[in-house]
């Protein structure tokens, strides 16, 4: 029985394969712990919240996902970062509730920083043109 369609809605795949590739980029340039900075690791953690949360979405992923959202809050605590959506007070009570709490979206702090260095442009498919004609 298979509890996943083959096919993603609307730019989903191509976004969870980008995020992949840079998980592993990001991944190949930490050679030590001194390679991090306080706002590289804060927002390694923001992106692993957020996208604790966009799986969160499907039902069967909602619970693990909190699982995952409250050790990334204990996470900013142990490191001095400011806190995210939960705090590790807040968490301690979630745990022993029977019903999983499903997670609120986060809020960016700040705007967002370009479009990065991996930017490749927009794919536009054959036929249309660059206006939407």
Do not use: F, K
């Amino acid at each position: 029985m298979d509890l996943l369609p083959t096919v993603a809605g609307p730019g989903v795949a191509e976004r969870a394969e980008a995020l992949a590739d840079a998980a592993c980029e990001l991944h190949d340039a930490v050679s030590t712990p001194a390679s991090w900075s306080a706002d590289a690791v804060e927002d390694a953690v923001e992106a692993m919240e957020t996208t604790a949360l966009a799986l969160a979405a499907h039902p069967d992923a909602t619970a693990a996902m909190l699982a995952i959202g409250q050790r990334l809050a204990q996470l900013r605590e142990r490191l001095g970062l400011p806190p995210g959506e939960y705090t590790a007070a807040d968490l301690d009570e979630n745990e022993h509730q029977e019903q999983p709490v499903a997670p609120t979206p986060l809020r960016r702090r700040r705007e967002r920083r370009g479009l990065g260095p991996g930017y490749q442009g927009l794919r536009i498919p054959q036929g249309r043109t660059a206006s939407g004609r």
